[in-house]
């Protein structure tokens, strides 16, 4: 028998996905657990994995096609059927006109396992959504099967009136690192420039002075541009809204001293040099914030509206800025880690946020989040809960200032931490606590051991 392999429903919004790139073409031999396709969602760009072994006997959409929850994308022979007769048979009921006597489409049907739901699918077969500020995502029940919708090739004229052919995930790493398409050769079919294409060039040596940040293209004077949101941005839209409205938070802001940390950090970076890892300041703060949250557990939880949930485990998201919005990748228990780990476990998160390549529980189950704007030079922010976590923190950047110890006025380095709260579950001197725990931890970096 054949198995047809479905788009599945990975969030309450999702109604389609676009299918950015088959990993598998028709003929190959496919085992469970394979990756099939890259499927772009209105929150992020996921693989998605088989749980049939076969052969790929046809492939239903394009690259760059849209398909409604429930479509069937592939068909996978996984009996001693031939391959060649299964897309025969499948074809020719794609192309049966309305109104065909219902026998032969009978006679596929038997011949085929019934299209995996949406409900089956959905928590392993496509292990990704974004991670970024919304609403608890779902799994839809019920999807009925709609047909793809075709949409325009992705592309766009090169200099000669040729046709540069992108794929969606290249093009958005391209945008994302300033990349120029035109200087590629795609090593895809056709020609196509594909994400491992923009993924080999190296990025441009820094200047010895920070650079303007890119800036989209002016609107002419007297002219007015629309931009329409796309699917990211209008799910986090959707979920600050909601965020802001339903949640009373409440603000506590803390300056702390990280003279030490930056001390710490420069010899850590010294041993580590071999390894090419360097920590950063915000290893110690995310450290630093398990750390605290084990001491106090009320900042460690969930609401869902009726009861609180407290967890033994920190799992920390860490908000990540992408060209189309914000996602949250999660650092799962974090609380063990070291320092080391933490650096080599949040950059890999961070970069393949930033190239769209989490997996589904990379970016679910997050007990805290932590926003960090400090390479911005951002001195004090206020950060919007991610719910259904009670508490998000909000850290700028190290710098150094004018402070006093004792009677005199010296330069240290300090560091303003911003805590947001949902006051429904947590109190102000719960908060504050918290920070004060944080600011000794920090302080004196070493308590973080024992």
Known sequence: MSADITMPQLSDTMTEGTLVKWLKKEGDRINSGDMIAEIETDKAVMEMEVFDSGVVAALMIAEGDKAGVGSVLAVIATGSENPVDVKKKVSAAKSQPAGASPVSREEVAATRKPAATATSIAPNFARASTGEIREPDNVGHGATRQQAVAVPPLHHEGNGGDRLRVSPLARRIAEQRNIDLQSLTGSGPGGRIVRQDVLNIQPASRSASPPLPTAPAPVGNGQTQVIP????????????????????HFYETIDVDVEDVVKLRVKLNEILEPEKIRVSIGDFVSKAVASALLRHPALNATFNGSEVTRFGDVNLGIAVAVPDGLIVPVLRNIHLMGLKEIRQRSADLVDRARAQRLKQDEMTGGTFTVSNLGTYGIREFSAIINPPQ???????????????????IVARTMLSLTLSADHRIVDGATAADFLKTLKILLEQPGLMLV
């Open 390 to 408: 009670v508490a998000i923190l909000a850290v700028a950047a190290a710098e150094k200032r004018a402070v006093v110890r004792g009677e005199q």
């Open 229 to 248: 949101l796309t699917k990211m941005r209008s799910a986090i839209a959707k979920s600050l809204q909601a965020s802001k409205q339903n949640i009373p």
